[in-house]
């Protein structure tokens, strides 16, 4: 397949039929037949326009020329399959790879212009430039298929890749420094991990710290925060039990992780405490994550079964016991204070991000809304939830809530508070989950001060329109 890139000053002061004599011939080069699917045309640096904003002249070069003005033929396609004959032929190669009980015949120059390791590999004098042939030693997921596919990539720059085997080729494209290839694996990786593959997000967390891929690592994050439920149910208690350190204290360091209540993640990172190897370790994981529980989030009954538990009663470790008790006297002193309006003795509260709740299904879910429906569209919806900062079950603040779907993947949430009396702080957040009750997104709204007079819009792009089941809206009063 060749692209042709027309000199638009040429083309314009041809006739068709000039045009026709000139330049459809070059449509057949060699006598071979070739598909031209478009013809573009654009301004060449060399014309008499002055449109300085097209930058495509830039990469032209000069195979017909009039008039200053030239025409660019562009034959990668052709180029890159002419090439990909070339791999593994061992007709034309000058060396050979031994992986394994596999060889594969090469061209040192294909290798060393995409490796740099490559390169050092087959050309320096210190290493093995003058071998015919070089035994490569590889891990076992890195064999077979999966560095035929790596090698292949060498020479047609392309690779079909599937999660049985990113991981191999993410490790070769690492380690011989193929950048463009890593690059493709991540962005596969990163799709692949992307909310509902909340599997995807857990085994390729550790991949993503082991390589560097922060983008990877904050899409793996945001999946399993959201589907905490997910990775504690009791069918996937072993993996939660296998999750590393590292891991478990970036997701309770997520403020828009979604869970039932804190309470339930108290007991989950209890349960992984106790389950290390030495009271040693023990120790030392509860010094660093039990501050990252949200103490202040729960209510006074489940406070006190914390005091009852047996992290709290059984293990003689001192600091352990001396940091639950500062723990709890920080959130007693929440619930006790946090009502406080008289800004003149309004207590501090910090870090604030300590004393503002995550997304808990339990006691913050307000309404729920078919996505696939249109019952609601248009219509006040009237609400409740509780009053103050201070968790409690109990549901006395009214507000109003009107849903407008404005096309099939964009919506707009009013929400007015109807009865204060005084300016509240809240958050309002909008969790949305699949057919298989998976969260698909998570879209929380800064923190918004209500008052009978004003009202806050919660604006929502859906990322999975087509997937997108429920939507669960949560009005949260949160301490300013």
């Known amino acids: 397949m060749i692209w042709f890139l027309i000199d638009y000053n040429i083309r314009k002061n041809m006739d068709d039929d000039f045009f026709d004599e000139h330049f459809i011939p070059f449509m057949s080069l060699g006598n071979q037949d070739v598909e031209v699917p478009r013809v573009q045309l654009f301004h060449s640096s060399n014309s008499n326009?002055?449109?300085?904003?097209?930058?495509?002249?830039?990469?032209?070069?000069?195979?017909?020329?009039?008039?200053?003005?030239e025409i660019t033929l562009n034959a990668t396609n052709e180029h890159v399959e002419l090439t990909s004959k070339f791999f593994n032929n061992p007709q034309f190669s000058d060396i050979r790879l031994r992986v394994g009980t596999n060889v594969y015949y090469v061209h040192k120059f294909v290798l060393a212009k995409a490796s740099d390791v490559f390169a050092t590999l087959l050309y320096s004098q210190h290493w093995t430039s003058n071998e015919s042939e070089i035994i490569l030693e590889e891990q076992d997921?890195?064999?077979?298929?999966?560095?035929?596919?790596?090698?292949?990539?060498?020479?047609?720059?392309?690779?079909?890749?599937?999660?049985?085997?990113?991981?191999?080729?993410?490790?070769?494209?690492?380690?011989?420094?193929?950048?463009?290839?890593?690059?493709?694996?991540?962005?596969?990786m990163i799709m692949k991990a992307k909310p509902?593959?909340?599997?995807?997000?857990?085994?390729?967390?550790?991949?993503?710290?082991?390589?560097?891929?922060?983008?990877?690592?904050?899409?793996?994050?945001?999946?399993?925060?959201?589907?905490?439920?997910?990775?504690?149910?009791?069918?996937?208690?072993?993996?939660?039990?296998?999750?590393?350190?590292?891991?478990?204290?970036?997701?309770?360091?997520?403020?828009?992780?979604?869970i039932t209540n804190e309470y339930r993640l108290y007991t989950s990172l209890s349960d992984w405490l106790l389950a290390r190897s030495s009271d040693m370790l023990i120790a030392s994981y509860?010094?660093?994550?039990?501050?990252?529980?949200?103490?202040?989030?729960?209510?006074?009954?489940?406070?006190?079964?914390?005091?009852q538990s047996f992290?709290?009663?059984?293990?003689?470790?001192?600091?352990?016991?001396?940091?639950?008790?500062?723990l709890l006297y920080q959130a007693y002193r929440f619930h006790t204070l946090a009502s406080v309006r008289r800004?003149?003795?309004?207590?501090?509260?910090?870090?604030?991000?300590?004393?503002?709740?995550?997304?808990?299904?339990?006691?913050?879910?307000?309404?729920?809304?078919?996505?696939?429906?249109?019952?609601?569209?248009?219509?006040?919806?009237?609400?409740?939830?509780?009053?103050?900062?201070?968790?409690?079950?109990?549901?006395?603040?009214?507000?109003?809530?009107?849903y407008r779907k404005r096309s099939h993947d964009k919506w707009t949430l009013?929400?007015?508070?109807?009865?204060?009396?005084?300016?509240?702080?809240?958050?309002?957040?909008?969790?949305?989950?699949d057919c298989e009750r998976h969260v698909l997104q998570v879209e929380q709204g800064e923190t918004f001060i209500f008052t009978t007079s004003n009202q806050y819009d919660l604006e929502i792009v859906l990322n999975n329109p087509y997937e997108a089941k429920e939507l669960y809206l949560l009005i949260k009063p949160v301490i300013s």
């Open 286 to 307: 509860a010094c660093e994550l039990l501050p990252l529980i949200r103490f202040s989030q729960m209510l006074p009954k489940q406070l006190y079964q914390i005091e």
């Open 49 to 69: 326009n002055n449109n300085n904003n097209n930058n495509n002249s830039d990469h032209s070069t000069s195979l017909i020329s009039e008039n200053g003005s």
């Open 141 to 188: 997921e890195c064999q077979g298929d999966v560095f035929e596919k790596f090698l292949k990539f060498f020479y047609t720059a392309k690779v079909t890749l599937h999660e049985s085997i990113i991981i191999g080729l993410l490790c070769l494209a690492d380690k011989y420094n193929v950048q463009s290839l890593r690059n493709l694996c991540t962005q596969y």
């Open 343 to 402: 800004d003149n003795d309004k207590p501090e509260f910090s870090p604030l991000e300590w004393y503002l709740p995550r997304e808990y299904t339990e006691m913050n879910i307000t309404d729920r809304v078919d996505i696939q429906s249109t019952l609601r569209f248009g219509i006040q919806v009237d609400v409740q939830t509780c009053s103050s900062p201070i968790p409690s079950i109990d549901r006395t603040a009214d507000w109003k809530v009107v």
């Open 196 to 258: 509902p593959n909340v599997r995807n997000g857990i085994a390729w967390y550790s991949i993503a710290k082991q390589f560097s891929l922060d983008d990877l690592r904050d899409v793996c994050i945001k999946t399993v925060a959201w589907n905490m439920e997910y990775l504690l149910s009791s069918i996937n208690q072993n993996e939660w039990f296998r999750c590393e350190f590292d891991f478990i204290r970036e997701l309770l360091s997520t403020s828009n992780l979604v």
């Open 311 to 326: 992290l709290y009663q059984k293990i003689n470790n001192q600091q352990i016991q001396d940091l639950f008790k500062r």
């Open 414 to 433: 009013k929400i007015h508070r109807h009865d204060a009396s005084n300016e509240t702080h809240a958050q309002v957040t909008a969790i949305i989950y």
